[in-house]
């Protein structure tokens, strides 16, 4: 049983099918997942009640057992040890955060940094690099903030410009937005192509809604060194050992090390 529908809860549910079980179950909250599953795996409404044999109760009524359980409820942030007036206080599920101004500065306390603490869509190291980037130009004096009424301003049209974003394509275009203003205003960041990136993750987004057993399998080329990424020895549902360090290398650099090569060159 997996409880949550997030990408954790069908990675586990998939990764479980994978290697032999006999029947699987995501319990979402809100909506079940719009992808085609195995046929071993199915979904539930809300967890309601569970044993500790195993024995659980969904939304609508229905009952069954199982042998284990993976909670896929996501993160919460939790800044315990801040200062009250320091701390960021994050809502579950929130992708934009009021006490932050550009995603990471402390508007209380403009000498405050929280990196990674705006919810990610899609976008992560080169968002989390494009921050971190970001940030350090503030502390050396390269970036000038602006007064708190005009941060409170950007605070405000950043929310509401989230709130209008409700489909993957809107959420995503928004978060490559970001981070690619946080990219352009560092000093050297590196400038990613988001909006091949974008269309990347477009197509990502509809491989899987085809077939979560197969969408691992298709190949992309990097927006950065246009480099295409080796073939797959096998079909990813019967690879058994690419969790090896050898394995997972050569899946990577290829059998034969070129693309290591090139990418040290």
Known sequence: LCVGAGPSAEDVAVQSHKFGAAHVTICY?????????????????????????????????TKAQYDDVVLCTGYLHHYDFMEDALRLRVPPG????????????????????????RPPGRFTFCLYDAQAHYVR???????????????????AADAERVRKCSTFESIMAEEADYAHGLAQRATDCPQHDFKALCAMFVEWDASKKLDLTTYRDIRYRSALTGTLAAPPPAPWIE?????????????????DGGAAAGAKK
């Open 29 to 61: 909250r809100w909506l079940p997942l719009g992808f085609a599953l195995p046929a071993n795996v199915d979904q539930q409404p809300r967890l309601v009640a569970l044993t500790a044999d195993g024995h659980a109760q969904f939304g609508d009524g």
């Open 94 to 117: 929130a992708r934009h955060i009021p006490q932050l101004y550009d995603g990471c500065v402390l508007d209380d306390n403009p000498r405050v940094f929280y990196m990674g603490a």
């Open 137 to 155: 130009d503030v502390m050396l004096g390269r970036i000038a903030l602006p007064s708190r009424d005009a941060r409170r301003t950007a605070i």
């Open 239 to 255: 690879l058994k050992d690419e969790y090896t360090n050898d394995a997972f290398c050569a899946l990577v650099w290829g059998a």
